[in-house]
Protein backbone atom coordinates (compact mmCIF):
# COMPACT_ATOMS: atom_id res chain seq x y z
CA UNK A 1 0.00 0.00 0.00
CA UNK A 2 2.39 2.42 -0.81
CA UNK A 3 -0.06 4.91 -3.13
CA UNK A 4 -1.62 8.02 -1.08
CA UNK A 5 -4.83 7.20 0.56
CA UNK A 6 -7.49 10.28 0.62
CA UNK A 7 -9.14 9.55 4.58
CA UNK A 8 -11.72 11.63 6.07
CA UNK A 9 -10.37 13.32 9.71
CA UNK A 10 -13.71 12.18 11.78
CA UNK A 11 -13.07 15.57 13.75
CA UNK A 12 -13.72 18.04 11.01
CA UNK A 13 -14.33 16.07 8.04
CA UNK A 14 -11.42 17.53 5.91
CA UNK A 15 -9.75 15.15 3.20
CA UNK A 16 -5.92 14.19 4.35
CA UNK A 17 -4.08 12.52 1.37
CA UNK A 18 -1.90 9.96 3.65
CA UNK A 19 0.58 7.68 2.11
CA UNK A 20 -0.39 4.04 2.72
CA UNK A 21 3.00 3.14 4.15
CA UNK A 22 2.53 5.96 6.65
CA UNK A 23 -1.14 5.01 8.12
CA UNK A 24 0.75 3.38 11.14
CA UNK A 25 2.18 6.27 12.34
CA UNK A 26 -0.53 8.04 13.91
CA UNK A 27 -1.68 10.31 10.81
CA UNK A 28 -3.00 13.91 12.01
CA UNK A 29 -5.53 16.00 10.00
CA UNK A 30 -3.80 18.93 8.04
CA UNK A 31 -6.41 21.10 9.25
CA UNK A 32 -7.46 20.90 12.51
CA UNK A 33 -4.45 18.72 13.69
CA UNK A 34 -6.73 15.68 15.00
CA UNK A 35 -5.54 11.75 14.92
CA UNK A 36 -7.00 11.08 11.14
CA UNK A 37 -7.35 7.34 12.44
CA UNK A 38 -8.05 6.96 16.09
CA UNK A 39 -7.80 3.60 17.75
CA UNK A 40 -11.14 3.94 19.15
CA UNK A 41 -14.48 4.20 17.22
CA UNK A 42 -15.85 7.95 16.44
CA UNK A 43 -18.90 9.96 16.89
CA UNK A 44 -21.35 9.67 13.65
CA UNK A 45 -23.80 12.77 13.13
CA UNK A 46 -26.50 13.52 10.49
CA UNK A 47 -24.21 16.24 9.84
CA UNK A 48 -20.92 15.07 8.79
CA UNK A 49 -21.87 11.54 7.40
CA UNK A 50 -21.52 12.10 4.19
CA UNK A 51 -18.00 13.64 4.23
CA UNK A 52 -17.11 9.95 6.11
CA UNK A 53 -18.24 8.14 3.36
CA UNK A 54 -15.55 9.65 0.81
CA UNK A 55 -12.06 8.36 1.03
CA UNK A 56 -10.35 5.10 0.01
CA UNK A 57 -10.48 2.90 3.58
CA UNK A 58 -13.75 1.42 4.36
CA UNK A 59 -16.06 2.56 7.02
CA UNK A 60 -18.00 0.50 9.56
CA UNK A 61 -20.60 1.89 11.23
CA UNK A 62 -22.48 0.37 14.69
CA UNK A 63 -26.06 1.66 15.18
CA UNK A 64 -26.69 1.91 18.10
CA UNK A 65 -28.92 3.67 21.06
CA UNK A 66 -28.44 4.49 24.93
CA UNK A 67 -31.38 2.24 25.76
CA UNK A 68 -30.82 -1.01 23.86
CA UNK A 69 -29.35 -3.35 26.16
CA UNK A 70 -27.52 -5.73 22.95
CA UNK A 71 -26.22 -2.45 22.20
CA UNK A 72 -24.17 -1.55 25.26
CA UNK A 73 -23.13 -4.84 25.66
CA UNK A 74 -21.65 -4.85 21.92
CA UNK A 75 -19.67 -1.52 22.45
CA UNK A 76 -16.24 -3.28 23.89
CA UNK A 77 -16.20 -4.96 21.08
CA UNK A 78 -16.42 -2.80 18.83
CA UNK A 79 -13.83 -0.88 20.75
CA UNK A 80 -11.66 -3.62 20.31
CA UNK A 81 -12.46 -4.55 16.64
CA UNK A 82 -11.20 -0.64 16.14
CA UNK A 83 -8.01 -1.45 17.60
CA UNK A 84 -7.51 -4.46 15.23
CA UNK A 85 -8.74 -2.95 12.40
CA UNK A 86 -6.50 0.23 12.58
CA UNK A 87 -5.09 1.51 9.52
CA UNK A 88 -7.61 -0.99 7.60
CA UNK A 89 -11.05 0.29 8.65
CA UNK A 90 -12.40 3.24 10.67
CA UNK A 91 -14.99 2.43 12.71
CA UNK A 92 -17.95 5.17 13.61
CA UNK A 93 -20.99 4.94 16.18
CA UNK A 94 -24.71 6.45 14.83
CA UNK A 95 -26.80 6.99 17.84
CA UNK A 96 -30.02 6.46 16.11
CA UNK A 97 -31.77 8.55 18.74
CA UNK A 98 -29.97 11.62 18.20
CA UNK A 99 -30.29 11.33 14.70
CA UNK A 100 -33.22 9.88 13.82
CA UNK A 101 -33.40 11.40 10.09
CA UNK A 102 -30.19 9.66 8.78
CA UNK A 103 -31.32 6.18 10.59
CA UNK A 104 -33.92 6.42 8.50
CA UNK A 105 -32.32 7.29 5.17
CA UNK A 106 -30.28 4.01 6.22
CA UNK A 107 -33.40 2.02 6.44
CA UNK A 108 -32.28 0.86 9.91
CA UNK A 109 -35.21 -1.48 11.42
CA UNK A 110 -33.20 -2.66 14.40
CA UNK A 111 -30.11 -2.02 16.37
CA UNK A 112 -27.60 -2.87 17.02
CA UNK A 113 -26.85 -3.01 13.34
CA UNK A 114 -24.04 -2.59 11.54
CA UNK A 115 -23.45 -1.25 7.81
CA UNK A 116 -19.95 -1.49 5.99
CA UNK A 117 -19.06 1.43 3.47
CA UNK A 118 -16.64 0.60 0.66
CA UNK A 119 -16.17 3.74 -1.42
CA UNK A 120 -19.14 5.66 -0.46
CA UNK A 121 -21.58 2.62 -1.30
CA UNK A 122 -22.87 0.33 1.67
CA UNK A 123 -21.56 -3.18 0.34
CA UNK A 124 -22.96 -5.30 3.81
CA UNK A 125 -24.89 -4.98 6.56
CA UNK A 126 -25.10 -7.53 9.52
CA UNK A 127 -28.03 -6.92 12.28
CA UNK A 128 -27.22 -8.45 15.95
CA UNK A 129 -24.38 -7.80 18.03
CA UNK A 130 -21.42 -10.40 17.32
CA UNK A 131 -19.09 -11.59 19.20
CA UNK A 132 -15.42 -10.33 18.39
CA UNK A 133 -14.32 -13.38 16.24
CA UNK A 134 -17.52 -13.30 14.29
CA UNK A 135 -17.00 -9.47 13.51
CA UNK A 136 -13.30 -10.07 12.19
CA UNK A 137 -14.68 -12.60 10.56
CA UNK A 138 -17.36 -11.41 8.77
CA UNK A 139 -15.42 -8.36 7.77
CA UNK A 140 -12.73 -10.94 6.31
CA UNK A 141 -15.33 -12.22 3.95
CA UNK A 142 -15.89 -8.39 2.83
CA UNK A 143 -12.28 -8.29 2.28
CA UNK A 144 -10.76 -6.12 5.31
Known amino acids: MNH ?3 IP ?3 CGGLNRIPGERLGDAPTCGRCKSAVLPDK ?3 LTQAGFARQLKGDLPLLVD ?3 SWCGPCRSFA ?3 E ?3 TQLHGRCRL ?8 PQLSTQLGIRSIPSLLLFKG ?10 LPLPQLLGWLRSQGI
Open 4 to 6: PLL
Open 9 to 11: CPH
Open 41 to 43: PFE
Open 63 to 65: VWA
Open 76 to 78: PTF
Open 80 to 82: QAA
Open 92 to 99: GKLDSEAN
Open 120 to 129: GVEVARQSGA
